[in-house]
């Protein structure tokens, strides 16, 4: 089918013209330009307008407003591409929003017909239930999009028993840029102009096309017209696999599936290097694995320090590392294997890995490490070469020549990857914002090549060419070779309107770079005066740069236990993800685009969803924390001006609750006259479908005092000594339930139990709400009252999960007291002091369904491990919920928010409400976690002192 459209008039912009054309989904903003500024390459390139499209009629308006403007067009799926080749200066069509959907499964074809924007794992849960699986897998498999896949001919760690996302093609209905509308693929006969004169650019020169395309599995590099051969068929749908959206749009596809193994067994190899392990491959071949990895072991170690020691499963002793993934129907079979992979490899040490959980941790390292490798060194580590492949039989020998040629530049990178296939990946520490920085890259990519070339490889293995390969071209292919793509082009896009800069005509590799964000002066600690930024050495601009757009935060990660990213799950915007985030901010740095600082509206609005509930600082591979960068963004925003009704309510809300204390039941019930509770909402800037939270009658600490002059005198016996019950603002002034049941517990556990003299606050609610130096006197205060407990030796035990997140993570970002440091080490849960007390015992609690709602703070920044350790340990039957209950502090309270607040609670919190038995406890923490529950359902939470509190009488 082809399309005709009509000559635009010279007044006519492609907003017009697309809008015109019944396009719904548009948006030109310059927020949405920066979300979409760049993917997760170093290239900088702002579209001119973005477009999501419904459906193919759209898209097919979105080509041929493309053409009657001349405005070209980039395809994109999930912005993971790592080569540039997702960014482009016209329309960027953004297909994973709304073609997002897979139609249809055929477990006898074993094929899927699936729209162009469905998510990897989205494709993997339609297809499991009838035993099947799409086998390509790349390691942005919880994210990346099929058609992102296939227009970079993506492979993944299994490629090497499954076959690239070219070897998985069954058909591809895409549309050329003049409007044809063509379905390609194996066994299909399509008549077309296009594909006659595609036929006939490939006839021209078959000898060409024969010697030097398809030479191994891993040549991505170019276009693989190998699949255009007589003798294969003439399959255009495995051919435009790898494209890079430069010759048609993807409209929807037809997919390969295989079968899903049902027994698994990882190998995993222990050398003294990388090169060594490399060397090990060809041996490793012959028996067939599903997957054969490399992975260094410093790599191993950032996840270690990043993620804590509990994540990481015990590897074999060595520096380099290969996993040989076997897959069956037999498990004695393949232990069998397995064990004759050992003695053939050269490994000097090595594990057998058959439980699940345990390979999927060491899968986690792996698939994680792109981003844990661009922090391992001083500068950060970028993409640019970190896609080169050669034949598996020079990989060893390969990777030595590499690691000279790195340290001939001066220049650090910790190689791995798909070492099966002879793929490597890196991460470099370009100096790209020092003198000369451009020329240091443009010189090591271009000798990178050259050595790439002199092994028989290719400078893709699975990203693409870009605009970060594309140029070097000439370095790897023939005159003759390069004449063959131009003429390619010229079949399908004469006007050079797709994705233009990429593969034929390209853009220079050090054009459009983006920096790193260094050195930005409003941003240095100098200037700013806001919090420290311990790790970015006080450099905002650095921080907000370490957003590499791998797009992890796009993810539904609660599997894992993950928290990130709560809002992006509930509306499914670039805008409300971390990511995009990130963008903004990145693009505040930068100063071109969102161009004034700080209190650019671009910046407020892409913060506006962002709970602070620090699900990032865990899960993101490069430690992004974007609750902290608000923090400073509303610090410098309003410092000294007018704030939100909400921050002079809400972000004060212990002081205000230390004022009312006195008439806590009086105000308690003035907030009960509907009247006076709208008025208070108004003022609050509180949402108006929220209750307010009761005060406690009495605070803690008068409670505490009471019961002990109702108990008399005498000390209860405490074998384990004394401890510091620190009372926040929340269990002193709103839960003192917990308080309380907390006391008991400890004493009944044999400690003798202090409070303060005078409560102590942390100052939370001032730290999201940017209001920073009045957070720095609180924390200074709590600190000083804190310390001389735990350098005396006392366990200082919180039961607020954030505020104890305060004094474990931002009191030291606050202030530069020596005396934070050892408090945030001495402080520590209710469940990490009594998991380690010895004779103490949880309650039977066998048959009890416990439903857990951990905090997001106590997720991302204390841990869970503790409280999953004692709920184990009881007996109890335990739901751990993931993600964030949707109410985090004042976000989900203030107006505007509430719609989102309440999707978030129904990504788990509420269905888990809905699934539970009548009589199973809730258990929740935080108290923004059973505020949310008290105000969306009927059940009553309970924090965990009080569970087993109440169990122990």
């Known amino acids: 089918m082809l399309l005709m459209t009509s000559v635009v008039s010279e007044t006519g912009t492609v907003v017009a013209e697309l809008r015109r054309r019944g396009v719904g989904d548009v948006d030109d903003s310059s927020t949405t330009r920066a979300l979409y500024s760049t993917d997760a390459s170093l290239y900088r390139v702002v579209p001119e307008v973005v477009v999501r499209p419904r459906d193919a009629d759209e898209v097919l308006a979105v080509i041929d407003a493309s053409r009657a403007t001349g405005v070209p067009l980039t395809s994109r799926g999930a912005g993971t591409s790592i080569a540039g080749n997702a960014v482009g200066p016209g329309i960027v069509v953004d297909f994973s929003k709304h073609m997002n959907v897979v139609h249809a499964v055929d477990a006898e074809a074993r094929t899927a017909r699936v729209d162009p924007g469905v998510v990897h794992s989205v494709l993997q849960r339609a297809a499991a239930p009838l035993g099947l699986r799409y086998g390509p897998d790349p390691s942005t498999h919880t994210r990346c999009t099929v058609a992102g896949m296939i227009g970079n001919n993506a492979c993944g760690n299994r490629a090497l028993g499954y076959g690239r996302s070219a070897d998985n093609v069954a058909a591809m209905d895409v549309a050329t840029v003049a409007g044809e509308r063509l379905l390609v693929g194996r066994d299909l006969t399509t008549s077309s102009p296009t594909l006659d004169a595609l036929r006939g650019v490939v006839a021209g020169d078959l000898g060409t096309v024969r010697t030097e395309l398809g030479r191994f599995g891993r040549q991505v590099s170019g276009y693989s017209l190998e699949h255009l051969l007589p003798e294969r068929g003439f399959d255009v749908g495995s051919f435009l696999a790898g ?63 990043a993620k804590g020691g509990a994540g990481v499963p015990e590897y074999p002793q060595g520096g380099g590392f290969l996993y040989v993934e076997l897959a069956g129907d037999d498990p004695a079979a393949l232990a069998a294997e397995a064990e004759r992979v050992v003695q053939a490899s050269a490994s000097f040490a090595h594990r057998h890995v058959v439980d699940p959980r345990e390979q999927a941790a060491f899968w986690r390292i792996r698939e994680e490490g792109a981003g844990l490798a661009s922090r391992i060194w001083d500068r950060p580590a970028l993409s640019g070469w970190e896609d080169a492949a050669v034949p598996p039989a020079v990989i060893g020998d390969y990777l030595r020549d590499f690691t000279a040629l790195l340290e001939q530049h001066g220049l650090n990178g910790e190689p791995f990857g798909h070492l099966g296939d002879g793929c490597v990946h890196v991460r470099i520490d370009f100096p790209l914002d020092e003198p000369g920085g451009h020329a240091t890259y443009r010189e090591f990519v271009t000798d990178a090549a050259r050595l790439t070339a002199s092994h028989g490889g290719s400078f893709s293995g699975e990203h693409g060419d870009g605009r970060a390969r594309s140029e070097l071209l000439p370095l790897m292919y ?14 399908f896009d004469p006007d050079n309107l797709l994705n233009p800069g990429n593969l034929v005509d390209p853009a220079p590799i050090d054009a459009d770079l983006r920096g790193s964000g260094r050195g930005w002066t409003p941003g240095l600690q100098g200037t700013r005066k806001g919090l420290r930024l311990l790790h970015d050495d006080g450099d905002l601009g650095r921080a907000v740069h370490r957003c590499t757009g791998v797009g992890k935060c796009l993810a539904d990660n609660s599997a894992s236990g993950g928290v990130m990213c709560p809002s992006f799950q509930a509306t499914r915007n670039e805008k409300d993800s971390t990511r995009g985030r990130a963008r903004v901010l990145q693009e505040m740095v930068d100063g071109r685009l969102v161009k004034d600082g700080f209190r650019s509206p671009e910046v407020h609005e892409a913060l506006d969803l962002c709970l602070s509930c620090k699900g990032c600082l865990s899960d993101c591979p490069t430690g992004v924390d974007m609750a902290t960068y608000k923090s400073e963004v509303l610090h410098q925003t309003y410092r000294g001006r007018l704030r939100p009704r909400s921050h002079y309510v809400l972000g004060k809300l212990p002081f205000w609750a230390r004022l009312t204390s006195p008439v806590a039941g009086l105000a308690n019930l003035a907030l009960k006259v509907p009247g006076l509770a709208h008025v208070a909402r108004w003022v609050a800037g509180v949402d108006q479908r929220r209750s307010l939270p009761s005060f406690a009658t009495k605070r803690l600490g008068r409670v505490v005092r009471s019961l002990r002059r109702a108990q008399g005198d005498a000390p209860a016996e405490a074998p384990n000594g004394t401890v510091l019950l620190w009372s926040d603002s929340f269990t002193e002034y709103f839960s003192t339930d917990g308080g309380v049941a907390a006391l008991r517990l400890l004493e009944s556990a044999g400690y003798h139990v202090e409070l303060l003299d005078r409560q102590a606050c942390c100052g939370l609610t001032w730290i999201t709400t940017g209001q920073l130096d009045t957070a720095r006197e609180l924390i200074e205060t709590a600190v000083a009252a804190l310390h001389p407990y735990v350098a005396a030796g006392i366990p200082v035990v919180g039961l607020e999960p954030s505020c104890l997140a305060v004094l474990r993570s931002d009191a030291v970002e606050l202030t530069d007291d020596v005396r934070a440091v050892e408090v945030a080490a001495g402080v520590k849960t209710l469940a990490e002091l009594l998991d380690g007390t010895e004779g103490w015992e949880p309650p039977d609690l066998t048959g009890t369904e416990v439903v ?3 905090h997001c703070h106590q997720s991302s920044v204390l841990g869970f491990e503790a409280d999953l350790s004692i709920l184990r340990r009881s007996g109890a039957d335990v739901t751990r919920l993931s993600g964030c209950c949707g109410l985090a502090g004042n976000f989900g309270v203030e107006k505007g928010h509430y719609e989102v607040s309440l999707a978030v609670a129904e990504q788990q919190l509420l269905p888990a409400v809905r699934a539970a038995g009548p009589d199973a406890v809730f258990l929740a923490d935080g108290f923004s976690c059973r505020t949310q529950l008290d105000d969306l359902t009927d059940v009553v939470p309970i924090h965990l002192a009080q569970l087993l509190a109440q169990e122990s009488r």
């Open 852 to 854: 857990v709602q951990p």
């Open 478 to 491: 023939s005159s003759e070779a390069m004449s063959l793509f131009q003429q390619v082009k010229g079949v």
């Open 243 to 305: 494209t890079e959206g430069t010759l048609a749009v993807t409209l929807g596809a037809t997919v390969d599936l295989v079968r899903t193994p049902d027994h698994i067994h990882l190998v995993v190899l222990g050398y003294a290097s990388m090169p060594d392990a490399a060397d090990d491959v060809p041996t490793m071949l012959p028996f067939g694995p599903v997957a054969c990895e490399g992975l260094g072991a410093r790599i191993v170690e950032v996840f270690r320090a």
